[in-house]
């Protein structure tokens, strides 16, 4: 038999070679453009962050809002090295259903009392120090310390935040609770990723996160704002252009909190990963491609909600799918290949992102050694992900792409966090 919503489904979703350089093309366009008008697709937002010294030092607080926890830790810098101290973590919705933190129910006070309760958690009493808050939203930056939200991403719906700033936001929780830690810088995630990079990489100049989000930074030599270089948080997750974009990507969308944003993010990351493979297997099962004869298992399959743990698992235990759902291997083996082709189309699209902000940098033609830092778990956990990358850009660049090194930084919004709050104090 013929398998013909499979077939065309795997079509759509491969990129060809062809296909990636002219996203490629597209996204250093959009670049181009976003730095020229502040109508761009790109927010091409400053960080007042540049390389650091390699020789910051001390002990600062951090907290880092991601899309799934929240995490408040103590790091000590010192000649290059870092130890963390403490670490007391929070999820920002129950799974079980008991809270949501991130819940339109929410205002601004809800949402940063509970950041100050887990720093209760962390700190002595009376314990005095500087934090470094890694928020990763996008936010507009007119200082190292002063960012506001511009719009909530991965479809958080707290009120009362868009518009503020977010370092305001977080001092008055904390004296509400009678803390004594100063917030004293304000960053993005990749912005964070990329300056711990630099520190064991002197030629990394790209920052990405591949998590619940997806999103990436660049050092911009001689920023017009300070003259100085500047690392450039790009709110790429908002890229559109040249993207092959399926009917399930426009579902997806249409049924998100913020329809025609974040449109590569939609297409690439941790947060909609589950969602997509649900939306294809849907239209396989209406089309009698799957679970054929057995509505119970399409039933509660459609029932549920599927994160990144879920995609992977689909990937590699189909007799777990088997048990799970009471289908057959042949289904599992299906629902298998689906998760392979949306996580394999997810690492060439982020490759050919990195190979347009290269040619940026270098000019038009990627002609010196960089080192990509990327964090989040659709890099560090998804099978094969880093290894489909490199053979991704491998493809479009042939022996150019040896000047590429696609690291793993572990932590980087963490750590960035301290490192960037050294460099506050500092100045
Ligand atoms: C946000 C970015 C963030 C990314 C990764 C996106 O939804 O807009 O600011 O860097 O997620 O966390």
Redesign the pocket.
């Known amino acids: 038999m013929m398998l013909k919503t499979l077939d065309s489904f795997k079509k759509d979703f491969s990129i060809t070679n062809e296909a990636m350089q002219n996203i490629a093309n597209c996204f250093k366009e959009t670049m181009e453009d976003s730095l020229k008008t502040s109508s761009g697709q790109f927010k091409m937002l400053p960080s007042f962050l540049g390389n650091p010294s390699g020789k910051e030092s001390g002990v600062y607080f951090t907290i880092d809002m991601?899309?799934t926890n929240v995490r408040c830790a103590k790091f000590k810098i010192e000649n290059g090295t870092f130890k963390k101290l403490g670490e007391v973590k929070g999820r920002l919705k129950d799974p079980a259903g008991n809270f949501d933190y991130v819940s339109e129910k929410n205002n601004a006070e809800d949402l940063f009392d509970y950041f100050a309760e887990i720093m209760q958690e962390l700190a002595n009493e009376n314990e005095d120090g500087y934090l470094g808050n890694t928020f990763?939203?996008?936010s507009k930056q007119t200082s190292i310390n002063d960012a506001t939200l511009i719009g909530w991403?991965?479809e958080i719906k707290v009120t009362g935040v868009e518009g503020s700033n977010i370092n305001k936001l977080l001092t008055d929780a904390f004296s509400r609770k009678g803390i004594n830690i100063k917030p004293v810088t304000i960053l993005?995630?990749?912005v964070g990723t990329l300056l711990v990079g630099k520190y064991t990489y002197p030629d990394a100049d790209v920052g990405v996160?591949m998590?619940?989000?997806?999103?990436s930074c660049y050092l911009q030599k001689n920023h017009p704002l300070t003259g100085e270089d500047m690392i450039v948080?790009m709110?790429s997750?908002n890229f559109s252009k040249g993207l092959p974009i399926t009917k399930y990507d426009k579902e997806l969308d249409s049924k998100s909190n913020n329809p025609g944003s974040?449109i590569m993010?939609k297409m690439v990351?941790g947060h909609y990963m589950g969602e997509i493979v649900s939306c294809v297997i849907s239209d396989l099962y209406n089309n009698a491609e799957l679970f054929v004869n057995n509505q119970s298992s399409a039933e509660l399959f459609m029932s549920l909600k599927f994160d990144s743990l879920d995609v992977e698992n689909f990937m590699l235990y189909p007799q777990k799918t088997v048990n799970r759902f009471s289908c057959s291997l042949a289904d599992a083996i299906v629902i298998k290949e689906v998760s392979e082709c949306v996580v394999i189309r997810t690492s060439r699209l982020v490759a050919a992102t990195i190979i347009g902000t290269l040619n940026y940098i270098d000019d038009g033609e990627i002609s010196k050694p960089h080192t990509i830092a990327i964090d989040?778990t659709i890099f560090e956990k998804m099978p094969r992900v880093p290894e489909l990358m490199s053979e991704a850009l491998k493809d479009v660049l042939k022996d150019k792409s040896q000047l590429i090194s696609l690291k793993l930084v572990k932590d980087g919004s963490g750590l960035g966090a301290a490192i960037a709050a050294a460099i506050a104090v500092n100045r």
Do not use: A, L, R, W
């Open positions: 991601g899309g990763s939203f996008p991403t991965k993005n995630d990749t996160i998590g619940t989000g997806y999103n948080n709110e997750g974040q993010e990351s989040g």
